[in-house]
């Protein structure tokens, strides 16, 4: 590794990085390094192995043990909207059912909106 590949990936290591909640063999629940994949002590700040910066905000679920990764995207939505609203969502799409025009959601919850409005 070159020394501009070192220093991008020390400065990439001071940005923090969610910490993943894995379990073990046993069963046990513990916190591990986004990075290194080693466990970490609660409320760390750093990682003592690879120094990475760690974030407690959003715990992350262990992908493979899921199968499936978080994501979230936030954006303006009208004053006047409520969850469950197909109409007013900035998400949603016209679709046709049949002979019908619907409006369709891409997250595939229409009469389950996931949407959280804060």
Not at 26 to 37: F, H, I, Q, R, S
Not at 59 to 67: H, I, P
Not at 81 to 108: A, H, M, Q
């Amino acid at each position: 590794m070159g020394m501009q590949e070192n220093l991008r990936a020390q400065l990439i290591k001071q940005l923090p990085s969610e910490v993943v909640e894995n379990v073990d063999t046993t069963g046990n629940l513990y916190y591990a390094c986004p990075t290194c994949k080693r466990p970490v002590a609660l409320s760390q700040n750093n990682c003592t192995s690879c120094n990475q910066a760690l974030s407690w905000n959003n715990v992350r679920k262990d992908a493979e043990r899921s199968g499936q990764k978080r994501g979230r995207i936030e954006f303006d939505l009208p004053l006047d909207f409520t969850v469950g609203n197909c109409r007013k969502c900035p998400l949603s799409y016209i679709g046709r059912s049949g002979e019908d025009n619907v409006y369709e959601c891409p997250l595939g919850s229409r009469n389950a909106c996931k949407i959280k409005v804060f």
